[in-house]
């Protein structure tokens, strides 16, 4: 049956940034007709466990959910999960799913985060020991396969690779052998001290690691996953977690022919996209960023929330110019940082350590700090808000105190 009558606002999208933004509309309009569409069967969940704490026994499954049904019931946010949006149409206002059901909307928020990225792979049984983490379904389906496994094989960089290794390392009879391209995980963030320092306790938890390894093809040999690298001899494995970052979710953007830009939909400060109906949030929003005024698109959680919660503001016609700066957090084993702005580690200026096993990192060009990573520093992210704001220089000491205090 197909929904005549048009919703007031409709949500494509079930993750952190959908759940941020029917909130707010809530708040500025407590009456409007609000639809969450959900590709999962899963109500809003957070994603950040399922590298981590899930494995480690600090979350449980029961504490994943963002809100219960009971609460989105009570709020007026009606939802309909576990059906893919798979058509778009501007002109008309409507939406069509995989299960042929269309919906008119008002008001258009896309929200569609993203997907693991894939490797190709055409042998059925390579398919099955190859694993993406997203979802929680991908989270399932890995921690079942690696209970009959000895020897797993993780490749990826970035930081969900560092955090799954990290995880599986932990997990009893598990040898976990860990592939990546640059000189330690995280090396395009790290300054050469906090490299040292992840890779020794990779090394204390007995992981193997193979720096500078490039993976260029996954094959299927003598029952085991073999991954072969640039310039460095093969690796074989039980099971191999492909974990070599995401892509959005764009194709109903593309269908209704709106502004796309850096992978993701091109929207103003307001959060609204090329179509005056439609707006975008989360992973799959490419928006100006509120420091340097350049198109911006992040892939963390708490850029989710903030730009979902804006977004749901403007919706419900509260509109007002993005201004949160976001905060990229991450855990590997007992290792917890918070980074702000652009922190790459070709520009670090300074590597401050208040004390062992703490450190303040500054980038950036000339004294201009562009960006700080707080390795298990504390409560200090909005500190470095407001100096990356204000362009704080290295050079003043009232704000370096504050951070390394
Ligand atoms: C394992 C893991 C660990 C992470 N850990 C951290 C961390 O420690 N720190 C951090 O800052 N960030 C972390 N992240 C990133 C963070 O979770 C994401 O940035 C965040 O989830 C993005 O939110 P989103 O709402 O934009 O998209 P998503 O969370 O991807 O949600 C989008 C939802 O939309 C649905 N959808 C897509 N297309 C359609 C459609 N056509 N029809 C219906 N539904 C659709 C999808 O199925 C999905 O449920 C992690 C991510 C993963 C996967």
């Given at each position: ?45 957070q994603?950040p466990p399922l590298s981590k704490g899930l494995w480690t026994n600090k979350v449980a499954l029961?504490d994943l ?68 983490l ?5 989270y399932?389906?890995l921690r079942?396969?690696a ?15 560092a955090e799954i290794a990290a995880a599986l390392s932990q997990q009893e009879?598990l040898?976990v ?24 306790r990779y090394?204390q938890a007995?992981v ?122 991450s855990d590997i084993f007992d290792l917890g ?69």
């Open positions: 049956m197909n929904d005549i009558s048009p919703w007031d606002y409709v949500i494509v999208g079930a993750g952190p940034a959908a759940a941020a933004a029917a909130m707010a509309i809530r708040e500025s309009d407590d009456g409007g007709r609000l639809l969450m569409l959900g590709a999962e069967t899963e109500l809003p969940y994603r029961d959910p963002l809100r219960s049904a009971a609460d989105w019931e009570h709020l007026g946010v009606q939802t309909r999960l576990g059906d893919v949006v798979v058509k778009l149409d501007a002109a008309a206002k409507t939406l069509t799913s995989a299960a042929g059901k269309i919906y008119r909307y008002e008001r258009l928020l896309l929200a569609t985060g993203g997907r693991a990225r894939q490797p190709e792979l055409t042998n059925t049984e390579l398919r099955e020991r190859v694993h993406v997203r979802s929680l379904s991908d399932r389906r079942t396969a209970q009959s496994v000895s020897r797993l094989l993780v490749v990826g960089g970035g930081f969900l690779g009879g040898k052998h860990y592939a990546f391209a640059g000189d330690a995980p995280l090396a395009h963030i790290f300054p050469p001290v906090l490299q040292k320092a992840v890779l020794s090394h007995r193997l690691l193979y720096p500078r390894h490039r993976l260029e093809t996954l094959s299927w040999k003598e029952g085991h996953v073999r991954a072969d690298f640039r310039e460095h001899a093969p690796i074989a494995g039980d099971l191999l977690v492909y974990a070599l970052g995401m892509e959005g979710q764009l194709e109903l953007a593309q269908q209704a022919g709106l502004a796309l830009d850096k992978g993701g939909i091109a929207v103003n400060a307001e959060l609204r996209s090329s179509d005056a109906h439609i707006w975008a949030a989360g992973d799959v929003a490419t928006y100006p960023d509120p420091v340097w005024q350049t198109p911006c698109r992040l892939e963390h959680w708490d850029n989710a929330e903030a730009t979902g919660k804006a977004a749901g503001r403007a919706m419900a016609g509260r509109e007002e110019p993005f201004r949160h700066q976001s905060l990229f957090f940082f918070e980074a702000v702005g652009r922190c790459d580690s070709r520009r670090v200026l300074r590597v401050a350590s208040p004390e062992e096993g703490k450190a303040v990192i500054y980038y950036g060009s000339d004294d201009r700090v562009e960006g700080v990573l707080l390795w298990n520093v504390w409560e200090k992210a909005d500190a470095v808000r407001a100096g990356i704001a204000a362009r704080r220089s290295l050079k003043d000491p009232y704000w370096t105190e504050t951070l390394e205090r």
